[in-house]
């Protein structure tokens, strides 16, 4: 199988920003959770406080004001679009999605590109996680978790951070808009935060 990062790998942004940003258009009072998302982004990023999965869940309390479900439907009639052209000439039925994205945002894809998906459990209707943020390590336990035995024949990010997927793959790419770089594993990141 092949084994893909989502954001700013197959998809041109990143889907977990564009949409709040859709959801605070489409909600007036999801935008009064702005000044929250702002501080808890300086705790996370500037002061080095908490994890990525503490930083998150508090981050997602603006789906406290959407409904979800409706507005990830339609978010992805708009955004489906955003899918990189090298990653349909590569699909295969049989592709993986990894990523740190919330799994109820990704989870339609599933039908609507013929994929399996795998990212973080956030509740839909408050922000609160189950497990970690799948990033990192985390993305090799749960890939460990739906596939024991799994072989992956290439796995495909945008990031090093990714490198410990990178390392269970027979070849790994990093992924530069719509090109396809030879994983370099001399890059990987040090300090990461998770």
């Known amino acids: 199988m092949n084994v893909?990062?989502?954001?700013?790998?197959?998809?041109?942004?990143?889907?977990?920003?564009?949409f709040i940003k859709y959801c605070m258009k489409r909600h007036p009072k999801a935008l009064l959770y702005l000044p929250y998302i702002g501080v808890v982004s300086l705790r996370?990023?500037?002061?080095?406080?908490?994890?990525k999965t503490q930083f998150k869940e508090k981050m997602y309390r603006f789906?406290?004001?959407?409904?979800?479900?409706?507005?990830?439907?339609?978010?992805?009639k708009k955004n489906l679009s955003g899918i990189k052209a090298y990653y349909k000439k590569l699909h295969r039925d049989d592709d993986l999605i990894i990523s740190a994205s919330p799994e109820f945002l990704l989870k339609p894809l599933e039908k609507k590109l013929r994929i399996t998906v795998i990212a973080s459990r956030v509740?839909?209707?408050?922000?609160t996680t189950t497990g970690e943020n799948c990033y990192h390590e985390e993305k090799v336990r749960r890939f460990r978790e739906l596939y024991p035995d799994g072989e992956i024949d290439a796995f495909y990010s945008d990031s090093y951070s990714d490198e410990p997927l990178a390392l269970l793959s027979k070849k790994a790419y990093i992924v530069k808009g719509e090109s396809l770089i030879d994983w370099d594993f001399s890059q990987h990141k040090k300090h990461l935060r998770t």
């Open 44 to 51: 996370y990023y500037l002061f080095h406080i908490g994890t």
């Open 63 to 76: 789906l406290k004001a959407c409904d979800t479900a409706q507005d990830v439907e339609a978010f992805w």
């Open 4 to 18: 893909f990062d989502f954001d700013k790998t197959i998809y041109h942004g990143d889907s977990t920003r564009d």
């Open 123 to 127: 509740n839909p209707a408050d922000g």
